[in-house]
Nanobody, 123 residues
Framework: VQLQASGGGSVQAGDSLRLSCVGIGRTLTMYTKAWFRQFPGKEREFVAAIHGHGRTTHYADSVEGRFTISRDNAENTVWLQMNSLEPEDTAVYYC?????????????????WGQGTLVTVSS
């Protein structure tokens, strides 16, 4: 099982980016999916999560109202639409999958991880 994240890049403050995460191999269709990010020298922090059915989501306070997580189980893909980006959003972003139903904010609850994609926001 492999998760492949893409879509990172360098943008200006106020711009938008859309990250994608595709599942390769055994399907993780109904797994809870999430995005985390990691700042240099820090632990990974929770960004957003979405239930397997796609109807329930949860966001970190720092991105609420600016980021949107969505998924298409038929395509085994989850996205993170990031709007109104700020320099403080600069980080490596990781997608993750968990068989647990709860929308956990703890990285320890997620069994599968993508390779990370770098987002750089300049002022």
């Amino acid at each position: 099982v492999q998760l492949q994240a893409s879509g990172g890049g360098s943008v200006q403050a106020g711009d938008s980016l859309r990250l994608s995460c595709v599942g390769i191999g055994r399907t993780l269709t109904m797994y809870t999916k999430a995005w985390f990010r990691q700042f240099p020298g820090k632990e990974r922090e929770f960004v957003a999560a979405i239930h397997g059915h796609g109807r329930t989501t949860h966001y970190a306070d720092s991105v609420e109202g600016r980021f949107t997580i969505s998924r298409d189980n038929a395509e085994n893909t989850v996205w993170l639409q990031m709007n109104s980006l700020e320099p403080e959003d600069t980080a490596v972003y990781y997608c993750a999958a968990s068989r647990e139903f709860a929308l956990s904010v703890s990285s320890h609850e997620y069994e599968y991880w993508g390779q990370g994609t770098l987002v750089t926001v300049s002022s």
